[in-house]
């Protein structure tokens, strides 16, 4: 199921980074982007000779940190979290790395049995083959071992991705095009707007809700225009077939829609502020900080009423 990610900001995310690109605001968040990217690099080169980044988490792994987007392997059932260091998967109260990479993968998305889609930053192992600052659409064919390009290298960076009814739909942090493809290569730029994190109806092709600075926004046609709906402050969706859309917003306030986004409904809380959400047929799954500021993985069962720990960086 398609979800949108989260940033250091909350998801879908991602997951933020999301205002007009020629506004102030834009600009200021933009900064603040670069100098956490250049966090990641610096933190990366030290750790350029140490071969436990292929390892389970150590104790000098930042572990997941910060989460950009989560989702599951229908492979084997396993839940992958999506980081500003890599991509982790977690087994057992543990999040074991996976693969040796720890680009910043910003917009990320499972399309099938361990076929998963990205967008994103290298880490400074890649700046050293030459990959540019700004990944485009990349794929992962081995559930996050391996990555490579598909498109838009070096042009766009998706903090949104969804790969639904056969296309993939994203959205660019760079120039805040909601864009979609049906091959993978080729885009077809829908509209142009700012949003933090969207969801595609499962039942429909053209209908997406999305979360904006403004509110929250509903299109009937793809992405091409879109209208504002009476809704909480939600920062992040996420929309499955059996568990239906849900949204959290800021302050952890979880919703639930039975109506695809036209009426909100309480249903719980999360202990922090939400950075993805992750909702399955039988499960609700989102990354928060708590009120510590630890990055946990939180579990629940019961549509959201209640939340157990699944996993939590270490303080």
Avoid: C
């Avoid at 070096?154 to 864009?179: I, Q």
């Amino acid at each position: 199921m398609p979800a949108a990610s989260r940033t250091r900001t909350p998801v879908p995310s991602g997951p933020v980074r999301r205002f007009p690109p020629r506004g102030g605001t834009e600009r200021l968040v933009f900064a603040a982007a670069v100098v956490v990217a250049l966090a990641v690099l610096i933190w990366a080169v030290t750790r350029s000779g140490d071969d436990s980044s292929t390892a389970v988490l150590q104790s000098d792994d930042p572990g997941i940190a910060h989460v950009h987007g989560l989702g599951v392997n229908p492979a084997d059932g396993s839940v992958h979290v999506a980081t500003h260091y890599g991509t982790f998967r977690l087994a057992g109260g543990k999040a074991d790395r996976v693969g040796d990479s720890f680009q910043d993968t910003m917009g990320f998305t499972v399309a099938g049995p361990d076929l998963f889609l990205g967008s994103g930053h290298p880490d400074s192992e890649g700046f050293r083959r030459g990959e540019p600052p700004l990944l485009g659409l990349i794929e992962s064919t081995d559930a996050g071992v391996t990555w490579q390009s598909l498109s838009l290298r070096g042009e766009v960076d998706f903090h949104g991705l969804a790969a639904a009814h056969g296309v993939v739909y994203g959205w660019d942090s760079t120039s805040s095009r909601f864009m979609v493809s049906s091959d993978r290569r080729t885009w077809e730029t829908r509209s142009t707007r700012p949003l933090i994190a969207f969801a595609v109806d499962p039942a429909d092709a053209n209908h997406i809700v999305a979360t904006a600075p403004d509110g929250v926004l509903d299109s009937s046609d793809g992405g091409r225009s879109w209208r504002k709906l009476s809704a909480p402050p939600l920062v992040t969706l996420s929309w499955d077939p059996a568990g239906g859309l849900v949204g959290a917003a800021g302050d952890g306030a979880v919703y639930r829609s039975a109506d695809a986004g036209a009426s909100w409904e309480s249903a719980g809380r999360l202990p922090g502020s939400p950075q993805a959400l992750l909702v399955t047929a039988d499960a609700l799954y989102a990354a928060a900080h708590d009120p510590d500021g630890t990055t946990g993985i939180y579990h629940s069962a019961d549509g959201g009423r209640t939340w157990q720990i699944f996993y939590q960086d270490p303080a």
